[in-house]
Structures are given as C-alpha cells and as structure tokens.
C-alpha cells in the first residue's frame, strides 16, 4: 500500500516502448544476430525514474505524450504502470500519432545501443496546467529534452517553491531557460561538457555555474558523480562497485532516487549516494527499470560499507 504521506514526484517526458535484446556481442554492419533473450517493456526517461521512485517509496505522477488510445501497446503500458502504483492518468493521448518506440541490443557486459523512433507530431502536446497536477507534489523531474512543453509547470513550480530537477542527457543551449528555471540540474558527463563547450567536467561546472543559480552535477557512470557545493568547491561522490549485466535506465533510477532523495531533506552528498546506490544495484540484473531495486535493498547496501568504485 502506498504511503499518502510518502513524497510525491511529477515525471515529465515520453513514454517509451522498449524492445530489448540480450546478445553476446554487438553485431557488426550488415550482419544478423541471433538474441538470447527478449522482451518489451515501457521505458523512457520519465517512466524508468517513476519505477524508481515508487520502488524507493515515494509517489511517482507522470504526464507527457503518448501516441493515439486505439495502439494496442497502450494497454501493456498503462498495464504495468499500475502494477507500479505510478498514477498516469495525466499522460496525454495523442490522436493519430504513435507511442515512441526503440529497440534495445544489450551486450555481455551490460552496455546498451539503442534506436528510437519518436513521432514529431508528439512534441506539439499540451500537458494539463499547473492547477491540476503540482496540487500536492514536492518536486518535479523532467528530461531536458521536454523543455518545449514542459517549460511552464517548472516555472509554476519553482513560483511555488518546489524542487525542479532536470535530467540532461543531451547538450543544451546556453539560452535554454531550464537553465534559470531548474533548481537541480544533473548532466551526464557527455551533455555536461558540450553544454559548457568544456574539455573537462570542472572545467564545465565551473562555467555554468555563473549561469545559473541551481546545483550542478555531473554523472559518469562508474566513475562517479561531480558536484559544485555552496560555496562554489568541487566535490565528488563515489559510484558503487558492482558486476553490470544491463545499464538500461540505470541514470533514470539515479534521476528519480536523487529527486525523492532531496525532497526528503537529505543533505546532498547523502542524496547523491543514495541515487549511486540504487544505479548500481539496477545495473546487476536484467530487466531495463523493472531490475529497479527496492528502498530495504537500498539501505542494506548503504549499511553494508560497501567499497565505492
């Protein structure tokens, strides 16, 4: 039973149909390959950091475009979504237009390759107002990506003092107004650095910290996370040392855990640990979001000792 008085988060983004192969190796140009493993479940940036909110036990609200009700693949959607306790009942149907799909190869060593189709007529969507969904929320957690549509809820967030967290995975402009908007702005280090047009991720932080008065992370993977404190120092957090057998949605559990972690008035080094955590039990098993770990599973690893990375 979900706890009403748990943290409740709003995701913004696009649902996803994920179709994932497991294969030994990565095919190379032209050749065919046979999978040792499939299956199709929704994905996509918002709804893998919802699994992971509601498996960490806060509350997880999505809204975003979604292609026309009559797809067969909504009802699988929709279907797992509630298994999760995740209320999406704000994601908007769009008439006509089709569900965002991608195929998912992941190799031995848990590394993934992804193609993604997403129809362009999606991105004209008009999600419901700022009356109807920020109504008891503590924060909200969007995709850079999104900013088109999602621009004016974060703003009507931050006007009501809630926590804005952007999980950016692609460059950004310099104008982008996520950048003044956000309170949190978590790059990887990819988009970190193009964004900056820095050679290295201090080099980046340090750059767009005169930019924008939000925190300012940066995540590389197995090699941590980067942060700018208070008072401007560059700090660093440690990732977990684990076995990964599939990465998929493993920075979107690191998004969501780091969103319910700061509405829960954890400091901020804790908040990125606890995110770290839950990525690195995430990528030890298969199953894209759905390997998302449970919050006990969480704690037993903070209380463990384990060694970081």
């Given at each position: ?18 179709l ?47 292609g ?34 991608s ?7 848990g ?16 999600l419901?107002?700022?009356a ?6 503590d ?8 900013a ?14 809630l ?19 956000a ?6 280090s ?22 924008t008065?939000a ?11 980067i ?17 990964a ?65």
């Open positions: 039973m979900t706890d009403v008085s748990a943290p409740r988060i709003l995701c913004i983004g696009m649902p996803v149909r994920d994932t192969f497991r294969i030994d190796a990565m095919p190379v140009r032209g050749a065919k390959k046979r999978a040792e493993h499939f299956a199709e479940i929704c994905g996509g940036n918002a709804i893998n950091a919802a699994i992971g909110i509601a498996r960490l036990g806060g509350r997880a609200l999505l809204t975003g475009p979604m026309d009700r009559t797809e067969p693949a909504q009802h699988t959607l929709l279907d797992q979504l509630a298994r999760e306790g995740i209320d999406a009942t704000h994601l908007v149907a769009m008439p006509g237009l089709t569900t965002p799909v195929a998912v190869m992941l190799d031995e060593g590394e993934r390759t992804i193609v993604t189709f997403r129809d362009p007529g999606l991105w004209q969507v008009k419901p107002d700022a109807t969904l920020l109504p008891y929320c924060a909200i957690l969007i995709e850079n990506r999104c088109p549509f999602g621009i004016e809820l974060c703003a009507a967030a931050r006007s009501r003092g926590a804005v967290v952007v999980d950016i995975d692609r460059p950004m402009a310099l104008t982008d107004p996520l950048l003044t908007v309170s949190h702005l978590v790059f990887s990819d988009a970190l650095r193009a964004t900056a047009s820095a050679t290295s991720d201090a080099e980046a932080l340090d750059k767009l910290a005169a930019l008065p925190f300012l992370a940066g995540t590389r993977g197995p090699q941590g996370t942060w700018r404190d208070e008072a401007g120092r560059l700090q660093e957090t440690p990732s977990f040392a684990v076995q057998v599939d990465t998929l949605g493993a920075g979107d559990i690191f998004h969501g855990a780091f969103a319910l972690a700061i509405t829960e008035r954890q400091a901020i080094n804790d908040a990125l640990t606890f995110a770290s955590a839950a990525a690195a039990l995430k990528c030890t098993r298969f199953g894209g979001a759905f390997a998302a770990p449970w919050r006990e599973e969480v704690e037993q690893l903070l209380r463990s000792g384990a060694r970081h990375a």
